[in-house]
Each structure stands twice: as structure tokens, then as C-alpha cells.
């Protein structure tokens, strides 16, 4: 059986032993993770808060009501509220009031509040989307971190089979007498070194495993099978920065929820400027009450509805309110929103830098990948007809064990590089991708 032959049929059975299991895609391992998140679940609580203060903000607009009663006994010397006489006898009285008051103007504060409540609450919204982000990246890397040690492996198995078809070659070798028994020693331990190798990259994919299991908060499972095949690295993508940055600048969360942060800002400089200026508020109240020493002409107490309906009063009437002094209170707290809006601008350019800083990177990043990437791709079938070459020399003797090895490392070592380099390419290309707009993930 040849080594190609085994590997395919070592793929084949994993497969068949795998296929009662759940394949996870990419992207429903986000989509389980960002349903599951808990700290998704938290920014989303903090979006229903803003949201009802912003609600709250237009509800402020209304009339301002309230109702009072009272009920009260009186004990020992009082003043009769009929007759302002003082006595000395225990009455009980009540009392009942309705309120009502209605700002005119107050410098625009409450509409400015409105609209800067409105703007918290659509930056809110941008960062649900922005922890959501967030946590698909840190899906994808962990499921590239499986998909690159699973490679490990692969490449070890690949390893594995050769050193022991070497070691069983060497073997029957001693056993002829073709060769020392110093070989089988050396070529055993290339053998246990490959089986070692091979366990540290499986504790590394279960290790990775657990990484993505964390990540997605899938309780109570101990392993995960994800999609064997990806799509092909591409080599030819196209990109220029200032494209990347338009496109990102447009939809990016971080940014977008910093911007309404500018604006609720200056909406909150603006109210707060409103305490320079005079207010106009209406007011309207109504008012009656019951007292046991109304008595009527034959010493009776007049009946509760009759006093209720001729102890009634009414009022109406207008304030003004003008600011004159209050220890320079009002300017000092229009300053300090002034300086939060100014540092809210700043906060705002910070992410617009960042975010320019970080699609400058991406963009290097990918032609230095795809030039690594092709470069490794020629090394590995130059170091894989080496050992092929080397395999075939030792097999007629005219190199020793150690050499021989020495190029089945270096062809395992190409290998892994490449493997890596195209993994990282992988995500490079995806992550621009997410940031030219296109939907990478499933997220509205």
C-alpha cells in the first residue's frame, strides 16, 4: 500500500467514524456564540436602559400631575380652622389636592435632551453590534487555531507513516545483515520522536478545541468536529487602503457609535446651556377639604359631600424663573459638558486613527502573506523531492540514517510552514474582507 493510499484511507476512516457527529461551519460556530454569549446579553440589557431613558426623555414633554390627601386628628389646644378661635376639643380633619404644571421654556432643554437620549440610544445599538464583532473574530481565530493543528497532526501522521516504514525497512536490513544494528537505534529514535511530536499536536487541537468551545459558551460538550474543507486561499486579491477605509469608516460599530456619542455630546452641551436662560412654566391646582368642627346653625356637623363641594379652590396662574446668581454654578456645568464634547470629538478621531492604523497593517500584512505563501509553496515540493531523492539514496545505501532523517525534517518543517502561512493568509483575507463591507458574518 503506498503512502498516499494510506493517508487517504486513514482520512476516509476518520470520516466514517466522525460522521455520526456534528459538523460545525464557521459560521454556525458565530452564530451560537453570539446567541449564547453572556456579554452580549449585557451590552444588549444596556441598550433596553438607554432606550427607555430616551423614551422617558419624550415623555418628560407631558404635563407634570400630582394628588395629595391627608387625614389628620388633633389633639389639646388647636386652632378651629372655621373660626380661627383656639379650642380645646379633639376634631379630625381632611384634605384634598390636584396639581398640575406645564414647562413652556426652559432654554430647548428638554427637546435637546430628547436628542441627545436618542443619540446614547443608537450608539447603544452600534455596540451590541460592535461586541458581536468582536466575539465572531475571536470565533474565527479559534476555529483557524483547530484547523491549523489539525494540519499538525496530518503532517505528524505523515511523518509517523514514513519513519515507520523506515523503521521497517532498516529492521529486515539488520536482519539480512545489510546493515549495523546502530542504524535500527537511530532509526527508532526518529521513530518514538515523531510519536512524541504527534501527542504534544494532539494536546494542542484539544487544547484549541476547548478555546472554541469556551468562546461559543457550548455547555457540557468535551469536543467539537468542525468543516474539513475551506474555500481556496486566493493570491490575486486586490486592495488598496484608502478603498479599505472608506468602506470600513461607513459601517464599522466602534466608529459609528463614537460618532453619536459626539452628537449626544453637543446635544447635552446645548441643554445644559439652557440654565443661562429664563423659564416659563403654567401652573393649575385645585384643592378642598372637610373639618368636624363645621357645625351647622343647630350644632350638627355639615356632611362630608356638602363641605367637599363649598370648601373648594381653584388657582391658575404663570412663572417666570430668571437666573441671576447661583455662584456661576450654571456656566461652570456648561464648560464641563463643553469639555466632554470636545473630548468626545477627540475619543472620535482616536478611533478613526486606530481603525486607519489597523487596515494599514491588513493591507501590508497581505502582500507580505501571499509573497510568504507562495515562497513556501515552492519549498515544500523542493524539500519534498529532496526526500524523495534521499529516500531512494538511503534505500541503496549511499547515505546514512542521520541524513536521511535530516531531510524527512526538513520536508515535515516546510510543511508546517506552509500550513501556517496559508492559515494566516486565510484569516488576513477574510478580515478585509469583513471590513470592505462584504458579509462575512451572518450579523445583522
Request: hydrophobic letters at 40%; aromatic letters at 10%.
Amino acid at each position: 500500500m503506498t503512502l498516499k493510499l494510506k493517508i487517504t484511507t486513514l482520512v476516509l476512516l476518520a470520516s466514517f467514524i466522525g460522521a455520526a457527529q456534528e459538523v460545525w461551519t464557521l459560521e454556525e460556530c458565530v452564530d451560537y456564540a453570539i446567541e449564547h454569549n453572556l456579554q452580549v446579553k449585557n451590552t444588549s440589557y444596556n441598550n433596553e436602559s438607554s432606550r427607555e431613558s430616551y423614551r422617558q426623555s419624550i415623555r418628560d414633554l407631558l404635563p407634570s400631575v400630582s394628588g395629595s390627601t391627608d387625614y389628620s386628628i388633633r389633639y389639646g389646644r388647636s386652632a378651629d380652622p372655621q373660626t380661627n378661635d383656639f379650642v380645646n376639643t379633639e376634631f379630625f380633619s381632611n384634605n384634598y389636592s390636584l396639581n398640575a404644571s406645564l414647562d413652556l421654556f426652559r432654554g430647548f432643554q428638554k427637546l435637546n435632551s430628547i436628542r441627545a437620549s436618542k443619540f446614547i440610544y443608537k450608539a447603544t445599538q452600534e455596540d451590541i453590534l460592535q461586541e458581536k464583532f468582536l466575539l465572531a473574530f475571536r470565533v474565527m481565530s479559534a476555529f483557524y487555531d483547530i484547523k491549523f493543528f489539525e494540519g499538525l497532526v496530518a503532517n505528524t501522521l505523515e511523518q509517523l507513516e514514513i519513519s515507520q516504514a523506515n523503521y521497517d525497512l532498516v529492521e529486515k536490513q539488520v536482519e539480512l545483515g545489510l546493515m549495523a544494528g546502530a542504524d535500527l537505534y537511530e532509526a527508532e529514535s526518529n521513530l518514538l520522536g515523531d510519536k512524541f511530536l504527534l501527542t504534544q499536536n494532539k494536546n494542542q487541537l484539544t487544547n484549541a478545541k476547548l478555546v472554541l468551545l469556551q468562546e461559543m459558551n457550548l455547555i457540557g460538550a468535551t469536543d467539537i468536529k468542525i468543516q474539513e474543507s475551506l474555500e481556496e486561499t486566493s493570491l490575486n486579491q486586490q486592495v488598496t487602503l484608502d478603498s479599505l477605509y472608506r468602506s470600513a469608516r461607513g459601517f464599522v460599530p466602534l466608529v459609528k457609535a463614537q460618532e453619536y456619542r459626539v452628537s449626544a455630546a453637543k446635544k447635552q452641551m446645548q441643554a445644559t446651556r439652557g440654565d443661562l436662560f429664563p423659564s416659563l412654566s403654567l401652573f393649575a391646582g385645585y384643592g378642598t377639604s372637610y373639618f368636624e368642627t363645621n357645625v351647622d346653625e343647630n350644632g350638627n356637623v355639615i356632611p362630608f359631600k356638602t363641605q367637599f363641594n363649598d370648601n373648594q379652590s381653584k388657582f391658575v396662574g404663570a412663572q417666570l424663573n430668571i437666573p441671576i446668581s447661583n455662584g456661576w454654578a450654571n456656566h461652570s456645568r456648561v464648560k464641563q459638558q463643553k469639555i466632554a464634547y470636545l473630548q468626545a470629538k477627540n475619543n472620535l478621531e482616536i478611533q478613526e486613527q486606530e481603525l486607519f492604523q489597523l487596515l494599514q497593517q491588513l493591507v501590508q500584512d497581505n502582500s507580505a502573506l501571499v509573497a510568504e505563501y507562495e515562497q513556501s509553496l515552492k519549498k515544500v515540493e523542493a524539500q519534498e523531492l529532496a526526500f524523495t531523492i534521499a529516500q531512494k539514496r538511503y534505500e541503496k545505501g549511499l547515505i546514512n540514517a542521520l541524513e536521511l532523517f535530516q531531510a524527512k525534517n526538513l520536508f515535515g518543517v516546510a510543511q508546517n510552514e506552509n500550513l501556517q502561512v496559508g492559515l494566516r493568509l486565510k484569516v488576513n483575507q477574510t478580515t478585509i474582507d469583513f471590513y470592505s463591507g462584504l458579509p462575512i458574518f451572518n450579523i445583522n
